[in-house]
């Protein structure tokens, strides 16, 4: 059974800092791309950062949070993480992790990012 489950969110004061985790399990997890998206309330989601699977690596990040985030991947330990730093109120949303098998988006439960002093 896939699943995806999301970690490390909570309340930040402006410009700190959070690192997300999607452990993944039930598929190969190595082979799949990786998104991380967030959704703010009354906003449609965004698509934040993306990495790769297989063996060429690349990764791309969002225009609203470049220079402030980062994604990257252990596939030894089956997790995709999310580094944010410097981070904003409007920063603010639940974030998840999704892959595409088939067609077929799986996404985690999500994980909730407060930004506020």
């Known amino acids: 059974q896939v699943q995806l489950v999301e970690s490390g969110g909570g309340v930040v004061q402006p410009g700190g800092s959070l690192r997300l985790s999607c452990a993944g399990s039930g598929f190969t997890f190595s082979s799949y791309g990786m998104n991380w998206y967030r959704q703010a309330p009354d906003k449609e989601r965004e698509l934040v950062a993306f990495i790769s699977g297989g063996t060429v690596r690349y990764s791309s990040v969002a225009d609203s949070v470049k220079g402030r985030f980062a994604i990257s991947r252990d596939d030894v330990k089956n997790i995709v993480y999310l580094q944010m730093l410097d981070l904003k109120p409007e920063d603010t949303a639940v974030y998840y992790c999704?892959?595409?098998?088939?067609?077929?988006?799986?996404r985690g439960q999500g994980t909730r990012v407060t930004v506020s002093s």
């Open positions: 999704t892959f595409t098998s088939d067609l077929h988006e799986y």
